[in-house]
């Protein structure tokens, strides 16, 4: 078992998907997330990191199982590392840091071109680099 120390929550939503846990959406807010300048959670680079590798563990659990068809595996697994390139660009975008913003923005592109938020994240950086 692997052990994370930023984005443990993932890989527990991750598990418990795997064991055909059932989900609900609970309209409220059953607790508060506090942002603390210098927590960990707020570095972009470290967040991202570890995401990827939940990926990359998840992704070769299920490849290992040969339960699913392999090219639908592929796309869900591209799908995946562009959404946290994604969530990357969109983080640092807020933190008005356009230059990175725009480089994750590019990097969710180049591994699933039909992530089309990605565009729009790129364009934005884009048009903020420029002003």
Not at 11 to 25: A, G, M, T, V
Not at 28 to 50: A, G, I, P, Q, R
Not at 55 to 60: A, C, D, L
Not at 109 to 129: E, N, Q, R
């Amino acid at each position: 078992m692997e052990n994370y120390n930023i984005a443990e929550d993932y890989d527990l939503w991750l598990r418990l998907s795997r064991i055909n846990s059932r989900f609900l959406h609970i309209p409220d807010f059953l607790s508060k997330y506090v942002w603390h300048e210098n927590c960990e959670s707020n570095s972009v680079e470290n967040m991202t990191l570890e995401k990827l590798e939940i990926i990359e563990n998840h992704y070769s659990l299920l490849i290992k199982r040969n339960k699913y068809d392999r090219r639908f595996l592929e796309r869900k697994y591209r799908r995946s590392i562009s959404v946290i390139y994604f969530g990357a660009s969109r983080r640092y975008y807020f933190l008005k840091n356009y230059s990175r913003a725009k480089d994750f923005s590019l990097r969710a592109i180049k591994t699933d071109a039909f992530f089309l938020k990605s565009y729009l994240g790129l364009i934005l950086s884009i048009i903020k680099l420029r002003n």
